[in-house]
């Protein structure tokens, strides 16, 4: 089971950008699945996160610094998931990684890179003008 994001690059402050994390050797709704970033010298942080097909209601969490601005989505056509991210800032530079679990707590967001079993490569984000 791998996971592959793809879709960063460099923007322009306000801008936008939709990363993908895309999985083979397995199906990616059976699986929890969050993006991370990290930025040089900081800790890895979580930035939202989606529940597996075991919740009907396919719950979405994000973290207080990027909720309004971020989305995460599935499209189990592409065993894909997507976080489309608008009005970027310079803060927002990092390298940011997909992650994926088979377990979850439903109606729990997992923050911790630790409770994730498997891991994307990482795309670097550069917001600068």
């Known amino acids: 089971f791998q996971l592959q994001a793809s879709g960063g690059g460099l923007v322009q402050p306000g801008g936008s950008l939709k990363l993908s994390c895309a999985a083979s050797?397995?199906?990616?709704?059976?699986?929890?699945v969050g993006w991370f970033r990290q930025a040089p010298g900081k800790e890895r942080e979580w930035l939202s996160s989606?529940?597996?097909?075991?919740?009907?209601?396919?719950?979405?969490f994000y973290a207080e610094s990027i909720k309004g601005r971020f989305t995460i989505s599935r499209d189990n056509a592409k065993n894909t998931v997507h976080l489309q991210m608008s009005t970027l800032n310079p803060e927002d530079t990092a390298v940011y990684y997909c992650?994926?679990?088979?377990?979850?707590?439903?109606?729990?967001?997992?923050?911790?890179?630790?409770?994730?079993?498997?891991w994307g490569q990482g795309t670097q984000v550069t917001v600068s003008s």
């Open positions: 992650a994926a679990d088979n377990e979850e707590i439903l109606g729990t967001p997992l923050v911790n890179p630790d409770e994730y079993e498997y």
């Open positions: 050797g397995a199906t990616l709704g059976d699986y929890y």
């Open positions: 989606i529940s597996s097909s075991a919740d009907s209601a396919e719950s979405a």
